[in-house]
């Protein structure tokens, strides 16, 4: 028996690799007879062949222990029973799954009966198909547990001996070992502890065929046909084992999410194109995916297209020409070095001409341009420049979280121009009146600058505080919100700080 068994699980497992090796190199095979005979349809049929609905996956070695149980006519007593199986995954629902259980199966006859107790051993192999209840859940890419039922055919051996309980045990009856065929049917749940490590509870019950099926239990029964079937019950906690290569298999494919593979597929897809259309393998600074000269020597300046630039259109790129900038007359050559070797009396740069222009007279020209600038260092018209205006909502000087960022800028500038003083103007719309709207414009300004002083360390010597009130509005409508403003501007030699007005309530 557990040589049959061995026998089966080993062809169960080769069976499958036989089954993945052949594809495999249908695969290899069959790009090269698709391209030969029928090019066309090379880009249709190549995502049949990726194999990504099942994936190349280990099996499952388990052992087990636990309780037994025999349904019979006799009073069972709880023995126990071990053994192990072997699962491997045909998809993500489904797999097979061979067993292999030594039990020990006893029990008591009341004593109103025939005084004798029985003890059977019992050994067994069965070949399940198994279904996973949970597997078509994809909220998650590898399942935490496995919830599943299972049902085969299996054949047994047992040995059952009858004791005489009234005469201290003694063996008066024995039913031989002999094979006979059996269904058994289970279910269980397994709970994940790693990638190769699992534990799983669960039931086993096995009823047997043919002339021995009611007699496990040791007695015969009382007609020439049974009415009553003798049921062996296995109650387990199973370890098991997931075997085989981690780096090329995945988990058994109940432990997985069908979309995990596919997605992971389309995310490595994505990756490798955009890996290639970011790559710069020369490292001149144009992607490769719109570079036309892919190999350009490292140094080299390039156009926009990766092209090793000519700028004298001599044939000698610009990095190993010593004249980048002289353009050689129709009659004129030039050596590897971008010299010319024959110079014409006459032309620009030789004896006679107007003069060269070589890459130090290039700079000589671009210094003197510069110089004719006369670039003034106004530092204080410099900073005017970039100088933020603050707006305020109707009625409130409070200033907003999304200003505080404007701020930070004007109290580094200040920083950074110890001698440049600001001055602050604070504005309201047209809607209150008069006193009101100095008042809030008073305090807009005010809190600007309080805001520099306790968040920035800003001397309040740097800044002077005006207000305008409604005057000077941006916009001609009188409740607009770029009305309601603080601005800044660099301050001048005339320029007072104005005293705050006469004290109002409200405000706008």
Known sequence: ??????????????????????????????????????????????????????????????????????????????????????????????????????????????????????????????????????????????????????????????????????????????????FAPHVGLGAGISFRLGKKVNIALEEQAFMVFGGRADRIDNIAPTNSRSNFRDVVSFTNLSINFNLGNASSHTEPLYWINPLDGVLNSIDDKINQRTTGLIKDEDGDGVLDAIDQDPNTPAGAMVDTKGRTLDSDRDGVPDHIDKEPFYMPQPNEKVDEQGVVTNPQPGSPGRPGGPGGVTEERVKELIDQALQNYQIADNRSNAAEWFLPMLHFPSSTAVIKYSDYGNLAGVGRMLKANPSIRLVVTGFTDSTGSESINNQLSYDRAKNVIEHLMNNHGIARGRFVLQWKGSADNLVPTSSSYMNRRAEFRIAGPGDVEQDPPAPKEGGY
Not at 76 to 100: C, E, M, N, Q, T
Not at 149 to 166: H, K, L, P, Q, W
């Open 1 to 178: 028996m557990l040589m049959f068994l061995l026998i089966f699980c080993t062809g169960l497992v080769w069976g499958q690799d036989a089954i993945e090796s052949k594809e495999d190199n249908a695969k290899a095979e069959k790009p090269a007879k698709v391209k030969a005979e029928k090019p066309e349809k090379v880009a249709k049929e190549k995502p049949q062949t990726t194999g990504l609905a099942i994936p190349k996956n280990m099996f499952e070695f388990g052992l087990n222990g636990g309780a037994t149980i025999l349904g019979s006519d006799v009073t069972p007593k709880p023995s126990y029973g071990a053994g192990f199986h072997i699962r491997k995954a045909v998809d993500y629902v489904f797999s097979l799954r061979a067993d292999f259980l030594y039990a020990d199966l006893k029990g008591m006859n009341p004593v109103s009966n025939i005084e004798r107790d029985f003890n059977t051993t019992w050994m067994s192999g069965t070949g399940y198909g198994v279904m996973s209840l949970n597997s078509l859940r994809w909220d998650k890419a590898v399942r935490p547990t496995n919830l599943y039922i299972m049902g085969g055919v299996g054949a047994n051996t047992f040995e059952a001996r009858s004791f005489n309980t009234d005469d201290n045990l003694r063996v008066f009856d024995t039913l031989e070992h002999d």
